[in-house]
């Protein structure tokens, strides 16, 4: 197949000369990546060529494709990202060992756990070349480099492993004495649709070689030769005798979802199913002029029992009812549980600085609120306590209704999760200005369908509820 | 019923904020869970796939800094949202994203720091780290919004700003406008400016792809689109070369980057004043400390001091003449901000480099409380009691 090969179409040769040394391995790794490309018959401006930082990194800069090269360890981070975007670019990255399993490992693990159809083609010379030959986490066991004077008592990370592991569905290993089975392996990774591994072994005369007693670099290239051993060979052989092997062919294929074709089925659905969002908050003209010119009220409890939910509601009915609004929420970092606030601003005018000053409203939902806020409410205002979780009243200024409002929720609605609007309805009563209507338009929005009329019953029962606690106060 | 589509609505910041982008055209978001910015992943996870974007959840911020750059250079409107933390992440790709001109958008919620610090709370503690947070020198524009309407239009001034010169550009806003709700009325579609890249007029074999136009942008030929070309971190040439040795092709390459943005500072510059024309004492506030800051301003008015605002809405680059315009004869300027006086140090030098004398007298929190309108009044109230 060689024979038929152009190399010159698919190189840049501007860039020339390379930058790499004599008896690298890299622009092997380079052309048996053509050679694969110019198999599949692609046309170069749907080739895109991505690479990190290294000696490794200037590849795409010598062929003549779509050519990035991105940061150290990152590319498979951006070739998401261009992938996504541009599904029809066949996607292929030449990093190095370092680059990709190293500073890039989580990166490569994400890639496979993904399956993302990406193919990976790692050169792997053991060494961090480009800035003069320190230990990566190829680097055999005891060899020497430039940061390990005393030989690198750590082992060697098995690339291909880990690839498999995290669930890459096509990984390979060569070297680059084997330029012929290196060409078809890397075909075999950009013919699979999924994340393809192809793991080359090259050598590194300059930064490893020479450390290592490789006195030339065609030493290197017979040390690769004669410790490679097929796939299928080493099928037979105990890990002792697989020691300072190097085990060439495919490795692993397997069949699994695709990400971007997965992607594409989900965002089809999501198509298909997508509601209008945001209707306007239509004006209910008959609920209007009912406040006066500003109020501040303050939802508190702990989290878990939908006071954010509800004053997001109220703020909706209050613009329903033609006026301006702010919603403030103060909840600690717990998902449940914690002190929660809800707060509203409602005026007829700008709201120049949305801080709550002296509430007008308060509802306490546990002790903790009613302990710390009722004091703070004007002195005019209308406070509401959950009797459920308030038991001692702190003494305030404010008009003070109790109710087991949860309680009621629990008992009687059948659902503690419904206090929340339940409270809203008895809220709007008491204070008699907020609009119940409005409230049930919003609720109706906001709410699941599941729940909604569980939620609508809550409201009303809360206005009755409300009726009552102003009747008995008369 | 109005004839255009406006739409009334309760929004939260970051709900305006996936407004904006939408309405702005975002086609990939790449984010990580962090709050106070999550709530924009969230919303973004289920309505890009609704009209065909991509949205995808990464490994950590240094893969959604890569993901947006990438997209963006094979033609999307790429962002990201996230805190404190993930933005110091966010550095490393940041930078490459402006070395090799790649449009995008960085939404940085800001909370309490440094470190873990306050997940929860607003701070205002990475107005530096927006400058100056990646290594080496390029350009950056940073917008601050005050209000949740404010969120929206910054995010498509965002978009069309990275996209107009092709420069990632960072939406600075804190957990207290994220979180905040306000009623909101946003434009009908057919109102809303959208800018999108220029592409090349040349054919690919005449393309360079660093070769500027006139205003110093050079035009962008996304990849798949017939222009093969490489691009690089590397100092490079307008062919897109890594030239490495050569300080005359590094100089005019950095020099370039930062000029797009300097000479058209002027579309670039967004600020707000009130009651200036006498001012004395000028209020210097942006981001959610406008709003306390512009109340204190109307309390000192009405007790007869003649204080001013000045705020600027694009935070990076500084506005030094708008703003040493606005200071006009006042003797001393009151920033109060939530960190320890990272931007006052900017004013000051603005008020040096503008030849004015104008004392400036900083009102910091540390806390991560808000800073009430009341202690910015007492402020002013002091520094007039003291005059000059």
């Given at each position: 197949?060689?024979?038929?090969?152009?190399?010159?179409?698919?190189?840049?040769?501007?860039?020339?000369?390379?930058?790499?040394?004599?008896?690298?391995?890299?622009?092997?790794?380079?052309?048996?990546?053509?050679?694969?490309?110019?198999?599949?018959?692609?046309?170069?401006?749907?080739?895109?060529?991505?690479?990190?930082?290294?000696?490794?990194?200037?590849?795409?800069?010598?062929?003549?494709?779509?050519?990035?090269?991105?940061?150290?360890?990152?590319?498979?981070?951006?070739?998401?990202?261009?992938?996504?975007?541009?599904?029809?670019?066949?996607?292929?990255?030449?990093?190095?060992?370092?680059?990709?399993?190293?500073?890039?490992?989580?990166?490569?693990?994400?890639?496979?756990?993904?399956?993302?159809?990406?193919?990976?083609?790692?050169?792997?010379?053991?060494?961090?070349?480009?800035?003069?030959?320190?230990?990566?986490?190829?680097?055999?066991?005891?060899?020497?480099?430039?940061?390990?004077?005393?030989?690198?008592?750590?082992?060697?990370?098995?690339?291909?492993?880990?690839?498999?592991?995290?669930?890459?569905?096509?990984?390979?290993?060569?070297?680059?004495?084997?330029?012929?089975?290196?060409?078809?392996?890397?075909?075999?990774?950009?013919?699979?649709?999924?994340?393809?591994v192809i793991e080359v072994v090259e050598p590194c005369p300059t930064?490893?070689?020479?450390?290592?007693?490789?006195?030339?670099?065609?030493?290197?290239?017979?040390?690769?030769?004669?410790?490679?051993?097929?796939?299928?060979?080493?099928?037979?052989?105990?890990?002792?005798?697989?020691?300072?092997?190097?085990?060439?062919?495919?490795?692993?294929?397997?069949?699994?979802?695709?990400?971007?074709?997965?992607?594409?089925?989900?965002?089809?659905?999501?198509?298909?199913?997508?509601?209008?969002?945001?209707?306007?908050?239509?004006?209910?003209?008959?609920?209007?002029?009912?406040?006066?010119?500003?109020?501040?009220?303050?939802?508190?409890?702990?989290?878990?029992?939908?006071?954010?939910?509800?004053?997001?509601?109220?703020?909706?009915?209050?613009?329903?009812?033609?006026?301006?609004?702010?919603?403030?929420?103060?909840?600690?970092?717990?998902?449940?549980?914690?002190?929660?606030?809800?707060?509203?601003?409602?005026?007829?005018?700008?709201?120049?600085?949305?801080?709550?000053?002296?509430?007008?409203?308060?509802?306490?939902?546990?002790?903790?609120?009613?302990?710390?806020?009722?004091?703070?409410?004007?002195?005019?205002?209308?406070?509401?306590?959950?009797?459920?979780?308030?038991?001692?009243?702190?003494?305030?200024?404010?008009?003070?209704?109790?109710?087991?409002?949860?309680?009621?929720?629990?008992?009687?609605?059948?659902?503690?999760?419904?206090?929340?609007?339940?409270?809203?309805?008895?809220?709007?009563?008491?204070?008699?200005?907020?609009?119940?209507?409005?409230?049930?338009?919003?609720?109706?929005?906001?709410?699941?369908?599941?729940?909604?009329?569980?939620?609508?019953?809550?409201?009303?029962?809360?206005?009755?509820?409300?009726?009552?606690?102003?009747?008995?106060?008369? | 019923?109005?004839?255009?589509?406006?739409?009334?609505?309760?929004?939260?910041?970051?709900?305006?904020?996936?407004?904006?982008?939408?309405?702005?055209?975002?086609?990939?978001?790449?984010?990580?869970?962090?709050?106070?910015?999550?709530?924009?992943?969230?919303?973004?996870?289920?309505?890009?796939?609704?009209?065909?974007?991509?949205?995808?959840?990464?490994?950590?911020?240094?893969?959604?800094?890569?993901?947006?750059?990438?997209?963006?250079?094979?033609?999307?409107?790429?962002?990201?949202?996230?805190?404190?933390?993930?933005?110091?992440?966010?550095?490393?790709?940041?930078?490459?994203?402006?070395?090799?001109?790649?449009?995008?958008?960085?939404?940085?919620?800001?909370?309490?720091?440094?470190?873990?610090?306050?997940?929860?709370?607003?701070?205002?503690?990475?107005?530096?780290?927006?400058?100056?947070?990646?290594?080496?020198?390029?350009?950056?524009?940073?917008?601050?919004?005050?209000?949740?309407?404010?969120?929206?239009?910054?995010?498509?001034?965002?978009?069309?700003?990275?996209?107009?010169?092709?420069?990632?550009?960072?939406?600075?806003?804190?957990?207290s406008i994220a979180h905040l709700r306000e009623k909101t009325i946003?434009?009908?579609?057919?109102?809303?400016?959208?800018?999108?890249?220029?592409?090349?007029?040349?054919?690919?074999?005449?393309?360079?792809?660093?070769?500027?136009?006139?205003?110093?942008?050079?035009?962008?030929?996304?990849?798949?689109?017939?222009?093969?070309?490489?691009?690089?971190?590397?100092?490079?040439?307008?062919?897109?070369?890594?030239?490495?040795?050569?300080?005359?092709?590094?100089?005019?390459?950095?020099?370039?980057?930062?000029?797009?943005?300097?000479?058209?500072?002027?579309?670039?510059?967004?600020?707000?004043?009130?009651?200036?024309?006498?001012?004395?004492?000028?209020?210097?506030?942006?981001?959610?400390?406008?709003?306390?800051?512009?109340?204190?301003?109307?309390?000192?008015?009405?007790?007869?001091?003649?204080?001013?605002?000045?705020?600027?809405?694009?935070?990076?680059?500084?506005?030094?003449?708008?703003?040493?315009?606005?200071?006009?004869?006042?003797?001393?300027?009151?920033?109060?901000?939530?960190?320890?006086?990272?931007?006052?140090?900017?004013?000051?030098?603005?008020?040096?480099?503008?030849?004015?004398?104008?004392?400036?007298?900083?009102?910091?929190?540390?806390?991560?409380?808000?800073?009430?309108?009341?202690?910015?009044?007492?402020?002013?109230?002091?520094?007039?009691?003291?005059?000059?």
């Amino acid at each position: 197949m060689a024979n038929d090969l152009r190399l010159e179409e698919y190189l840049r040769e501007r860039e020339f000369p390379t930058m790499w040394c004599a008896g690298c391995g890299h622009g092997v790794t380079v052309k048996g990546t053509i050679r694969a490309i110019a198999k599949m018959g692609w046309d170069k401006d749907d080739v895109l060529a991505v690479a990190g930082i290294g000696c490794s990194a200037r590849a795409p800069a010598y062929c003549d494709f779509n050519s990035i090269q991105t940061t150290h360890g990152r590319a498979i981070a951006f070739a998401t990202g261009m992938k996504m975007h541009r599904p029809n670019l066949h996607t292929v990255l030449l990093l190095g060992d370092g680059d990709c399993i190293a500073i890039g490992g989580n990166h490569f693990i994400h890639g496979a756990k993904r399956n993302i159809d990406l193919t990976v083609v790692v050169m792997n010379n053991s060494i961090y070349g480009m800035t003069g030959g320190q230990i990566s986490p190829t680097t055999p066991h005891m060899c020497n480099s430039s940061t390990t004077p005393f030989g690198n008592f750590e082992e060697q990370i098995n690339l291909c492993d880990i690839a498999i592991a995290a669930g890459a569905t096509y990984v390979a290993r060569t070297t680059a004495y084997h330029v012929n089975q290196m060409a078809a392996l890397i075909e075999g990774g950009l013919r699979n649709k999924g994340f393809s591994v192809i793991e080359v072994v090259e050598p590194c005369p300059t930064g490893f070689g020479r450390k290592n007693e490789f006195k030339t670099p065609v030493a290197m290239y017979e040390w690769l030769r004669d410790a490679a051993i097929s796939v299928d060979k080493a099928r037979d052989l105990s890990p002792q005798e697989l020691k300072n092997k190097i085990v060439t062919g495919v490795l692993h294929q397997s069949s699994r979802p695709e990400f971007i074709t997965e992607y594409a089925k989900m965002s089809k659905k999501a198509q298909e199913r997508a509601k209008s969002t945001g209707a306007s908050l239509e004006l209910m003209p008959e609920e209007m002029g009912k406040f006066p010119g500003y109020s501040e009220v303050r939802l508190s409890g702990s989290g878990g029992q939908g006071l954010v939910l509800a004053g997001i509601m109220l703020s909706e009915a209050t613009i329903k009812q033609g006026k301006n609004a702010a919603h403030l929420q103060s909840i600690g970092p717990e998902a449940r549980g914690g002190t929660s606030r809800s707060e509203v601003i409602i005026s007829d005018g700008e709201i120049i600085n949305p801080k709550i000053t002296a509430p007008h409203v308060l509802l306490a939902m546990t002790q903790e609120a009613a302990d710390k806020y009722c004091s703070g409410v004007k002195p005019e205002g209308i406070i509401l306590l959950d009797s459920t979780f308030v038991k001692e009243v702190p003494t305030a200024a404010a008009k003070t209704y109790q109710y087991p409002v949860t309680e009621f929720a629990r008992d009687t609605l059948g659902n503690p999760l419904v206090a929340n609007v339940l409270a809203l309805g008895i809220l709007a009563r008491l204070t008699g200005k907020l609009s119940v209507n409005a409230l049930e338009d919003v609720v109706r929005k906001r709410v699941p369908q599941r729940v909604r009329e569980l939620n609508i019953k809550a409201l009303w029962a809360g206005y009755e509820i409300g009726k009552d606690l102003v009747q008995t106060d008369a | 019923m109005t004839e255009k589509k406006e739409r009334v609505c309760l929004l939260q910041g970051n709900e305006a904020c996936v407004e904006g982008a939408l309405a702005a055209g975002v086609d990939l978001f790449a984010g990580y869970p962090i709050t106070p910015a999550t709530e924009i992943a969230e919303l973004l996870s289920q309505r890009l796939p609704e009209r065909g974007g991509s949205f995808v959840q990464m490994e950590d911020e240094l893969a959604c800094m890569a993901a947006i750059t990438g997209a963006s250079l094979v033609g999307a409107k790429a962002m990201t949202a996230t805190s404190g933390p993930g933005f110091s992440l966010m550095q490393e790709n940041l930078g490459f994203a402006a070395m090799v001109e790649a449009p995008c958008v960085i939404v940085l919620v800001q909370r309490g720091g440094p470190s873990t610090g306050l997940a929860t709370l607003p701070a205002q503690a990475d107005v530096m780290q927006a400058r100056w947070g990646t290594h080496g020198d390029h350009p950056v524009i940073a917008l601050s919004p005050a209000s949740v309407r404010e969120t929206f239009d910054l995010t498509i001034a965002a978009f069309n700003y990275a996209e107009k010169y092709r420069v990632p550009v960072i939406l600075l806003t804190d957990a207290s406008i994220a979180h905040l709700r306000e009623k909101t009325i946003l434009p009908a579609p057919e109102d809303i400016q959208i800018v999108n890249r220029k592409k090349p007029q040349v054919s690919p074999e005449e393309y360079q792809p660093y070769a500027p136009d006139a205003d110093g942008v050079p035009p962008m030929a996304s990849f798949s689109e017939g222009y093969r070309y490489y691009v690089t971190g590397c100092v490079h040439n307008e062919k897109g070369s890594p030239v490495l040795m050569d300080p005359e092709v590094a100089s005019r390459l950095l020099t370039r980057l930062e000029d797009k943005i300097k000479r058209n500072r002027q579309d670039i510059i967004r600020y707000d004043t009130s009651h200036v024309d006498d001012a004395e004492i000028l209020v210097f506030a942006y981001g959610s400390i406008t709003r306390p800051a512009k109340e204190a301003v109307l309390k000192a008015r009405q007790e007869g001091i003649k204080a001013g605002l000045f705020r600027p809405i694009t935070i990076w680059p500084f506005p030094d003449e708008e703003f040493v315009q606005a200071l006009g004869q006042a003797h001393t300027v009151i920033v109060p901000e939530m960190n320890s006086g990272q931007y006052a140090g900017e004013v000051a030098r603005a008020v040096c480099d503008g030849g004015k004398q104008a004392r400036v007298v900083r009102l910091l929190e540390m806390g991560s409380r808000l800073i009430h309108s009341d202690e910015i009044t007492a402020k002013v109230r002091e520094v007039a009691r003291h005059g000059k």
